[in-house]
């Protein structure tokens, strides 16, 4: 079965950091361009990061640029996106998939709940 599976969210204080982790089971991650999305309650889909199939190219939204990254591990077959300096605005449900913005998504995670309270 193809599958995505986000891991690592959960209730952080403002200013402090997580690890998301996106590992995929049925297929090999690497020919694949990485997206990440977040949504915030009540809100629709906010476009986060990219990262490309080589880990070459990464680029952020602005509310995230500089304190947040994504790397990935294709031997882990996982991609990663590491949440620093996180602001109560950052809570949200975030999502990996696989694409981009620019060629559409082929598969979706089922999300990991970001909770950014003091």
């Known amino acids: 079965e193809v599958q995505l599976v986000e891991s690592g969210g959960g209730l952080v204080q403002p200013g402090g950091s997580l690890r998301l982790s996106c590992a995929a089971s049925?297929?090999?991650?690497?020919?694949?361009?990485m997206t990440w999305v977040r949504q915030a309650p009540g809100k629709g889909l906010d476009w986060v990061s990219f990262?490309?199939?080589?880990?070459?190219?990464?680029f952020y939204a602005d509310p995230v640029r500089g304190r947040f990254t994504t790397s990935r591990d294709d031997a882990k077959n996982t991609v990663f996106l590491h949440l620093n300096s996180l602001k109560t605005e950052d809570t949200a449900v975030y999502y990996c998939?696989?694409?981009?913005?620019?060629?559409?998504?082929?598969?979706w995670g089922q999300g990991t709940q970001v909770t950014v309270s003091s």
């Open positions: 998939a696989t694409g981009s913005s620019s060629t559409g998504y082929n598969y």
């Open positions: 049925g297929f090999t991650l690497s020919p694949y361009d």
């Open positions: 990262i490309n199939s080589d880990g070459g190219r990464t």
